[in-house]
């Protein structure tokens, strides 16, 4: 049975999309972008404190899930600019010491609310 997850922990949806859904014991995660769940204003800093903002978001609701960063097995990084590739990667790889999960980065034209990163996950639950 598919099940919706929803928590304060990471920023509410700002469409019509859920956080996540849970099926069959897999994690499909929405696009988390750099927002401050408490406040909902884009935190700031350069790439790497907002990577780490949207990577903490991702575990709030992963953990929701009944998941964590530890079971993630597919990432994509959408970059508002490739030039920011080093700096997202350093503090991606603070959360993915160990056996990191496959990963596609992109750049893309625009983000929403203007990010400069937005990242997605597959896991297991």
């Known amino acids: 049975m598919k099940?919706?997850?929803?928590?304060?922990?990471?920023?509410?949806?700002?469409?019509?999309?859920?956080?996540?859904?849970?099926?069959?014991?897999?994690?499909w995660c929405s696009g988390q972008?750099?927002?401050?769940?408490?406040?909902?204003?884009?935190?700031?800093?350069?790439?790497?404190?907002?990577?780490?903002?949207?990577?903490?978001?991702?575990?709030?609701?992963?953990?929701?899930s009944g998941s964590g960063l530890d079971r993630v097995v597919k990432t994509t990084v959408y970059l508002r600019d490739m030039g920011d590739f080093a700096a997202m990667n350093a503090a991606y790889a603070e959360y993915f010491a160990q056996d990191p999960p496959a990963r596609a980065t992109v750049q893309a034209a625009r983000l929403p609310k203007d990010a400069a990163v937005e990242i997605d996950c597959v896991a297991r639950a």
Request: glycine share 8%; aromatic share 4%.
């Open 3 to 27: 099940r919706i997850v929803a928590t304060d922990g990471a920023p509410k949806a700002i469409g019509p999309y859920s956080q996540a859904v849970v099926l069959d014991g897999w994690v």
């Open 33 to 64: 972008i750099p927002l401050d769940p408490a406040s909902g204003a884009m935190v700031a800093g350069d790439v790497a404190a907002q990577t780490r903002r949207v990577l903490d978001n991702l575990n709030a609701v992963l953990i929701a």
